[in-house]
């Protein structure tokens, strides 16, 4: 989907590698998308809910759109590794908390 007015471009895949929330990806028109793990717990339990606002999704696809734009816009590939396992540990800490945090209805 695409944020109107923007261009964030967000899509949800079943998995992810190693379990992350998110990735990124290049589109057929070489655009960078953002991939969401729907089958995260974090996604599960809370961006997939239905009592998130609209607003508060719109705001969750800048943050990972953002944070993809600045893992493709790296240079070295040590900053490249470091992004990268940010994302995975970012995605662990989010599962934990998932777990941990009461049901959203």
């Given at each position: 989907k695409?944020?109107?007015?923007?261009?964030?471009l967000?899509?949800?895949?079943?998995?992810?590698?190693?379990?992350?929330?998110?990735?990124?990806?290049?589109?057929?028109d070489?655009?960078i998308?953002?991939?969401?793990?729907?089958?995260?717990q974090?996604?599960?339990?809370?961006?997939?809910?239905s009592?998130?606002s609209?607003?508060?999704i719109?705001?969750?696809?800048?943050?990972?759109?953002?944070?993809?734009?600045?893992?493709?816009?790296?240079?070295?590939?040590?900053?490249?590794?470091?992004?990268?396992?940010?994302?995975?540990?970012?995605?662990?800490?989010?599962?934990?908390?998932?777990?941990?945090?009461?049901?959203?209805?």
């Open positions: 695409l944020l109107e007015g923007t261009d964030v967000v899509t949800s895949e079943e998995y992810l590698d190693d379990g992350a929330l998110w990735n990124f990806a290049l589109n057929e070489g655009e998308c953002v991939v969401l793990n729907s089958s995260h974090f996604y599960e339990r809370f961006y997939n809910s009592s998130i609209a607003v508060m719109q705001a969750m696809d800048c943050v990972f759109w953002s944070l993809a734009n600045a893992e493709i816009g790296t240079m070295s590939d040590k900053a490249k590794r470091n992004i990268e396992d940010l994302r995975f540990k970012v995605s662990r800490y989010l599962r934990n908390l998932a777990d941990e945090l009461p049901d959203v209805e």
